[in-house]
């Protein structure tokens, strides 16, 4: 977990840049609703486990989101950037995350149940969100998830930025409230039945279903991404691998493949380097890891040869529509790679069965989204699914 965290000089630093501005336009920025101000000045004053209660009464996944939270809400919102920099708020939270779990911080339990039972359907970072909604307006919450372990999409972080000690720890903390019961199920496809074996609603939070394609001749030669990610060293290539996309999943294959022991790793973006969707830090680690990034590129084609696969590309150019077209005559072949990695993110799923106790959160309505996005619409489909059973 080496520079995951703020070490003390950092910590205090990031701290004393805080303007604490009454309007507190950091916590608007973050989907989770957590108030930087207020856990900066808990933590301030050396009350960690205040700050890290500030924190999760708001985020049930503080120490994750800390680590995973691009730079576009809390830190674009920070008005020190006005004056020099924003102030590195995922890291503080995280590290007084961190800080709080070395300390033991104990769960706030709410006793008080309402003899109603609800139902969630994954354990992923909307599940998260859901579940702990519930368990504070005193639901009985039975958790149905089709893998052995928790985490969903939060499993594809690569180690190194994600441990999954923090998730089985955040995951743990939950657990600890007497009102949970955490059954593992498998293959709950048919939602409306659970609302027949006496839960009075359910929050489905399944994760996005479908990956995004390109439409392309071979693309069943390529490696999809929730694949390569899961299984790493099933494909570990000491040759040249080829990531095609622009996102932060992307970036992860690619910074993987280079873990992996990956002699070259190229990756191909469709747009412009500064279209990428992903953070200053993201991108110094590409730079750092000597990742290639070919931009203004679409892929065609890939075919299998001797010396491995081989990618078709084209140049794309922004026509005067601001649309993306094809540029005449420049189609290449790019061979010799031993992989080629998918990683276009996800959709969400179409024609699920609607029904007022059934409420949709996370990827599964909206295709792949950021950590705390999720849990965010967890949170709000938890909510709105117990004013309804209330």
Not at 141 to 162: D, H, S, W
Not at 185 to 191: D, P
Request: charged fraction near 20%.
């Amino acid at each position: 977990m080496k520079n995951l965290y703020l070490n003390m000089p950092q910590f205090k630093a990031e701290m004393e840049k805080c303007l604490q501005c009454p309007s507190k336009p950091c916590q608007k920025a973050c989907p989770a609703q957590v108030s930087p101000k207020d856990f900066i000045a808990a933590a301030k004053t050396g009350d960690i486990n205040q700050a890290a209660e500030l924190i999760t009464e708001q985020n049930a996944m503080g120490e994750i989101c800390g680590l995973v939270c691009p730079d576009s809400f809390c830190m674009r919102a920070c008005v020190r950037a006005q004056i020099d920099f924003p102030i590195r708020i995922p890291a503080l939270q995280a590290s007084i995350m961190q800080k709080a779990r070395q300390n033991n911080l104990p769960t706030k339990q709410n006793n008080v149940a309402n003899g109603k039972k609800v139902a969630v359907i994954g354990a992923g970072p909307a599940g998260f969100g859901a579940i702990a909604a519930l368990l504070k307006k005193g639901f009985a919450v039975t958790v149905f998830e089709k893998e052995n372990v928790c985490g969903g999409a939060l499993n594809l972080i690569p180690e190194a930025r994600l441990p999954r000690e923090i998730i089985a720890y955040e995951w743990q903390r939950l657990k600890q409230n007497p009102l949970l019961k955490a059954e593992f199920k498998t293959n709950i496809t048919e939602y409306e039945k659970l609302l027949q074996q006496g839960f009075a609603g359910v929050v489905v939070a399944t994760g996005a279903p479908h990956l995004r394609t390109l439409g392309i001749e071979g693309e069943n030669l390529a490696l999809a991404y929730d694949e390569y990610l899961t299984k790493p060293q099933q494909y570990a290539a000491d040759g040249h691998v080829a990531v095609v996309g622009g996102g932060a999943v992307a970036v992860d294959c690619a910074l993987t493949a280079a873990k992996q022991g990956a002699k070259h790793v190229e990756m191909f973006v469709r747009r412009r380097i500064g279209d990428m969707r992903i953070t200053a830090a993201e991108r110094q680690s590409l730079l750092d890891n000597g990742i290639d990034i070919t931009t203004m590129t679409r892929p065609l084609k890939i075919e299998k040869h001797d010396n491995g696969l081989a990618l078709y590309t084209v140049k794309t150019e922004f026509n005067a529509d601001g649309r993306l077209q094809d540029v005449e005559n420049t189609q290449t072949c790019r061979g010799g790679f031993a992989h080629v990695v998918l990683a276009l993110g996800s959709t969400g799923a179409e024609n699920m069965p609607q029904n007022p106790l059934i409420l949709y959160a996370g990827d599964v309505v909206s295709g792949g989204t950021t950590a705390v996005q999720a849990l965010a619409s967890g949170k709000k489909a938890a909510e709105e699914l117990a004013a309804k059973i209330a």
